[in-house]
T-cell receptor, first 114, second 120 residues
């Protein structure tokens, strides 16, 4: 079955560490996205990529970095510059065939700073 | 400026009753799309229903319908005959089509969500 796989499901980070969240899709979608979800604030866009080797900052990109070397993969690195990284992170993708469905989402990674 | 507003942080409804979740939006575009997603406690986002700005009829998907009032810029989700499994967070989202630089890419803006609890 096609879908999006996010790993790990839970991640703990120490202060000052960089961590990378994995997102892989086998839907042959060109576009991929990273959102952050905090309680009471909905989803906020961190980065998005419309094609391989290209990506754009979203609304809250500071303290995050991404790469898009392969169509299937869009990893997100949470750097030590992100002062409040504890949140639920959702990866999504979209393709031309599903314009009326919006995104396909992964199951999320919950990041906690310890 | 907030583009999607969901004014109900939480709602409690008796099982089998109908429920309306409110969503208002703000855009100057003529072409846009509106979506509703459900997020159970497990965290995944489940697509429920879509309404295009040029669609003349309100969208329906099973027990879900979208009450689209373009002049009021509202896109309320109606769930008929609610079930215990409907308890979840519900998010309204909008796509402004001018951001679709290439086919397949779409930038969604989400509201803050409404937590719906169905009581037996």
């Amino acid at each position: 079955d096609g879908g999006i796989t996010q790993s790990p499901k839970y991640l703990f980070r120490k202060e000052g560490q960089n961590v990378t969240l994995s997102c892989e899709q086998n839907l042959n979608h060109d576009a991929m996205y990273w959102y952050r979800q905090d309680p009471g604030q909905g989803l906020r866009l961190i980065y998005y990529s419309q094609i391989v080797n290209d990506f754009q900052k979203g609304d809250i990109a500071e303290g995050y970095s991404v790469s898009r070397e392969k169509k299937e993969s869009f990893p997100l690195t949470v750097t030590s510059a992100q002062k409040n990284p504890t949140a639920f992170y959702l990866c999504a993708s979209s393709g031309d065939s599903q314009a009326n469905y919006g995104y396909t989402f992964g199951s999320g990674t919950r990041l906690t700073v310890v | 400026a907030q583009k999607i507003t969901q004014t109900q942080p939480g709602m409690f409804v008796q099982e089998k009753e109908a429920v309306t979740l409110d969503c208002t939006y703000d855009t100057s575009d003529q072409s846009y799309g509106l979506f509703w997603y459900k997020q159970p406690s497990s965290g995944e986002m489940i697509f429920l229903i879509y309404q295009g700005s040029y669609d003349e009829q309100n969208a329906t998907e099973g027990r879900y319908s979208l009450n689209f009032q373009k002049a009021r810029k509202s896109a309320n989700l109606v769930i008929s005959a609610s079930q215990l499994g409907d308890s979840a967070m519900y998010f309204c989202a909008m796509r402004e089509n001018r951001y679709r630089i290439i086919q397949g890419a779409q930038k969604l803006v989400f509201g803050q969500g409404t937590r719906l609890t169905i009581n037996p």
